[in-house]
């Protein structure tokens, strides 16, 4: 169907045979740009020299060989560096040497069939005209002929209730998929459950992870503890309760600290809890430095002044972290006086 | 009854006997612990007497001649033999220069100089000891050591241990082949800007599966995967797939369509 050297001639046909059309409301420019046609042919080394052209055949007998080689050599290695169950290094020895003879099989085979296109197979300039979409009027009418014949046998154009009452069906059968589009939401409103952690009055602070509570004393000055809420483990969902309740809890000297008067009884003694959670996206902030009191959050940079409660110093989050106010039980250990007094984590639409 | 009695022990004979025996054995033990006790603690008063001798040449002058600190270097009371042994073990005291961050440098001391001056400190007031041999070890449990240093260490000094930035010039540095004591002593004390792990927090059991997740991951996973490109993560190798696999695609690329010559 191809015919050399064509195109040219044919697009100037498109572009200056067609006065009678319209252009509506287009903007033509006035200089069309010009079918510039193919560039002048030129052979290859390859058509020019037999010599060459010999070198080439090799060259791409060669990479399918190579690729023989490399499929035999994978399945050599299989063989050699067999897995042995619980020893990591000799998976890694056997998926090396299987992922290294297979890769370098399919990549010769890839590379010789491009150099065979490239430098050997009938070199030139195609163009293939599209063929014409529109069939011919014998078939045309054959369908209408059979569109018709379908619509007298069936009566679909004749019994209204039958075809009212179909084209009813199929449009509501989508419903229920549309319906069941509700569940990608949250069952529960979603502001509630952001705004709200496990932590309440008397729950105590325990270890990340083995849950075992903290005593005030434990907590030498200059010390970090990452912190779950004792009753994180009697939780439903827990994972979620941990991404909202972790809480990073670090004991200052008290002379460092400047509290405001309405905290002035959420620290232990210099003990504050604050949560991990960053207000910017959400990643636990926990890289903290013991003689700055800076918490740093991993992904953004954003720091936060523990001495300060945890104001913004640096970065891109807009909040301080939430403070949780704790105290010491009558066992002497940490406890929360209340869930936190703010929503923790970063913004949403509801947040007040 | 007295005649009965000849040749036999005097009633009171046996309770004279265990007296004897009781008040010269608790003896003899009281007077060898007692120069035992007076050996070691010439001993360590010695070395204290050195330590102290090491301390005024080369610390004294940030830390203050009682090493109560002064303006340019903290106090010293309390900060251990632990202490001592890490920061000049890894050659970060003394500072080569007032900064952000004091860096791990070849020591400057012996290992006997150093026990002195932490002879010295410890003598000042308690604190920290050097820690025991079987904690060091790596025969911890390494699945229980990768959970704590997940969420104790990681997120300063990367999963794979091998550090990471902090503010202002700091940074946590790479743990990939510090030595054991070293890693303890740094959890128990707290170095420069690094919080404390106290024996309260993560238990001596707890730091010793630290160090055996640490010690595992350094014989059997390094190199698992090729070049580990330093370990950072997505930074590097983000940066290494950038260029050189989208630069290979890119010259293949070129390389299809490009006519023979």
Redesign the interface.
């Known amino acids: 169907m191809a015919k050399k050297d064509s195109g040219n001639a044919e697009s100037e046909l498109a572009t200056k045979n067609r006065p009678d059309l319209s252009a509506g409301t287009a903007v033509i420019a006035s200089e069309v740009f010009q079918n510039p046609g193919m560039p002048p042919h030129?052979p290859?080394?390859?058509d020019l020299d037999p010599k060459k052209e010999k070198v080439a055949a090799r060259r791409v007998g060669g990479l399918f060989l190579f690729s023989i080689l490399a499929s035999v050599f994978a399945i050599v290695a299989y063989v050699i560096f067999p897995i042995t169950p619980g020893d990591?290094?000799s998976v890694?020895l056997n998926n090396l040497f299987l992922g290294v003879g297979i890769s370098l099989a399919l990549l010769a085979i890839g590379i010789a069939a491009?150099y065979w296109a490239?430098?050997l197979m009938k070199d030139g300039e195609w163009s293939e005209p599209r063929h014409p979409t529109r069939g011919s009027e014998d078939t045309r009418a054959a369908a209408a002929e059979v569109f018709r014949l379908g619509n007298e046998e069936s009566g679909f154009g004749r019994r209204t209730l039958i075809r009212r009452s179909l084209i009813g069906a199929v449009a509501v059968a989508p419903l229920p998929a549309v319906v069941m589009l509700r569940d990608l939401a949250p069952a529960a409103n979603p502001a509630e459950l952001m705004s709200k952690t496990i932590w309440a009055k008397g729950v105590r602070l325990t270890?990340?992870?083995d849950g075992t509570p903290i005593?005030a004393?434990?907590?030498?000055?200059?010390?970090?503890?990452?912190v779950i809420p004792e009753n994180l483990e009697d939780s439903e969902h827990k994972l979620e309760e941990k991404a909202k309740a972790a809480v990073i809890l670090?004991r200052l000297d008290p002379q460092d600290m400047h509290v405001s008067a309405e905290r002035k009884d959420w620290n232990y003694q210099g003990i504050v809890a604050y949560s991990k959670i960053c207000t910017h996206v959400g990643c636990?902030v926990?890289?903290?430095?013991?003689?700055?009191h800076?918490l740093?959050c991993?992904c953004h940079q954003s720091?936060f002044d523990i001495s300060h409660e945890a104001k913004v110093i640096?970065g891109p989050a807009k909040r301080p972290l939430p403070q949780l106010p704790i105290s010491v039980d009558a066992d002497g250990y940490l406890v929360a006086q209340s869930d936190f007094h703010e929503p923790v984590g970063p913004s949403f639409w509801e947040r007040p | 009854m007295s005649r009965r009695s000849t040749g036999r022990r005097h009633p009171l004979a046996t309770v004279a006997l265990i007296l004897i025996g009781l008040m010269s054995t608790g003896g003899a033990y009281a007077l060898l612990s007692t120069t035992a006790s007076a050996e070691s603690s010439t001993e360590n008063s010695q070395a204290a007497a050195e330590g102290q001798k090491i301390f005024a040449a080369n610390c004294a002058t940030c830390h203050g001649m009682n090493a109560a600190g002064t303006e340019a270097g903290p106090s010293l009371y309390g900060v251990g033999a632990a202490s001592v042994d890490f920061q000049m073990g890894t050659g970060r005291m003394p500072l080569a220069y007032q900064g952000p961050q004091g860096a791990e440098k070849p020591p400057q001391f012996t290992q006997e100089q150093i026990d002195a001056v932490a002879a010295y400190i410890s003598s000042l007031a308690p604190g920290p000891a050097v820690p025991a041999e079987k904690w060091l070890d790596g025969s911890g449990d390494v699945a229980s050591g990768l959970?704590?240093f997940r969420?104790?260490c990681a997120?300063?000094h990367n999963i794979a241990g091998a550090g990471?930035a902090?503010?202002?010039g700091?940074y946590?540095p790479s743990l990939q082949g510090v030595e054991a004591k070293y890693i303890y002593e740094a959890m128990v004390t707290?170095p420069?800007?690094?919080?404390?792990?106290?024996d309260?927090?993560l238990t001596p059991q707890d730091k010793a599966d630290i160090i055996s997740y640490l010690k595992f991951q350094e014989t059997?996973?390094n190199g698992?995967a090729g070049v580990d490109l330093g370990g950072l993560g997505p930074v590097a190798e983000g940066l290494f797939i950038w260029i050189f696999g989208l630069g290979a695609i890119i010259g293949v690329t070129i390389?299809?369509t490009a006519?023979?010559?």
């Open positions: 030129h290859r080394a390859t990591l290094s890694r491009i490239k430098n270890r990340d992870p005593k004393s434990d907590v030498t000055v200059g010390s970090v503890f990452h670090l636990p926990a890289l903290a430095e013991q003689h700055t800076h740093l991993p720091q640096f | 959970e704590l969420i104790n997120m300063c990471g902090l503010t202002e700091k946590a707290g420069q800007n690094m919080p404390v792990f106290s309260l927090n059997h996973a698992v390389w299809i006519r023979p010559n």
